[in-house]
T-cell receptor, first 114, second 109 residues
Framework: EAGVAQSPRYKIIEKRQSVAFWCNPISGHATLYWYQQILGQGPKLLIQFQNNGVVDDSQLPKDRFSAERLKGVDSTLKIQPAKLEDSAVYLC????????????FGSGTRLTVV | GQNIDQPTEMTATEGAIVQINCTYQTSGFNGLFWYQQHAGEAPTFLSYNVLDGLEEKGRFSSFLSRSKGYSYLLLKELQMKDSASYLCAVSSRGTALIFGKGTTLSVSS
């Protein structure tokens, strides 16, 4: 079984620039999550999708972050404009459904904002 | 709201036993998870407890007390490769997992 694919692996941008991350979940996994992990901290949920609908985006800074999951498969997370404090690892995870806690994480995208 | 506390750092030597504690406060508790995360890598699933008691899986065991809001991860026969961050995560009412800040374990020879 292929894992959760994320790209790019690393990204360095200047503040106020925009950036986008891509995630391809495990085939058949209906639920997809984006987490932000700042160095030295645990992952923090940004947004949860069930198929192509948003279940929870209460912690997503909507003035600068956006995410979509077209056709209920791949997902993109965008930051525009980026701030220094957005430097973090952005992890994508998927599970069969909301009640299944067999989360599989992707390798993440390490973002550095300078 | 939810609150998860675990120690920031721990050290131990090869072959020893270490216990990493986690306390939590949440409404609608639905399970507690432990994940292992090596530096620069994604978290990987270690264990899941929903009922009180001890779950054993090889060198790793996890314990849960729902009444006390307390869990621990027990690692036996420590190896150098066990040096990693250990994340405690709580599920409530079918929502996405909420993670603690993680405990960085350093194993020395």
């Amino acid at each position: 079984e292929a894992g959760v694919a994320q790209s790019p692996r690393y990204k360095i941008i200047e503040k106020r620039q925009s950036v986008a991350f891509w995630c391809n979940p495990i085939s058949g996994h209906a639920t997809l999550y984006w987490y932000q992990q700042i160095l030295g901290q645990g992952p923090k949920l940004l947004i949860q999708f069930q198929n192509n609908g948003v279940v929870d985006d209460s912690q997503l800074p909507k003035d600068r972050f956006s995410a979509e999951r077209l056709k209920g498969v791949d997902s993109t997370l965008k930051i525009q404009p980026a701030k220094l404090e957005d430097s973090a690892v952005y992890l994508c995870a998927s599970s069969l459904d909301r009640q299944n806690y067999g989360y599989t994480f992707g390798s993440g995208t390490r973002l550095t904002v300078v | 709201g939810q609150n998860i506390d675990q120690p920031t750092e721990m050290t131990a030597t090869e072959g020893a036993i270490v216990q990493i504690n986690c306390t939590y406060q949440t409404s609608g508790f639905n399970g507690l998870f432990w994940y292992q995360q090596h530096a620069g890598e994604a978290p990987t699933f270690l264990s899941y407890n929903v009922l009180d008691g001890l779950e054993e899986k090889g060198r790793f065991s996890s314990f849960l007390s729902r009444s006390k809001g307390y869990s621990y991860l027990l690692l036996k026969e420590l190896q150098m490769k066990d040096s990693a961050s250990y994340l405690c995560a709580v599920s409530s009412r079918g929502t996405a997992l909420i993670f603690g800040k993680g405990t960085t374990l350093s194993v020395s020879s």
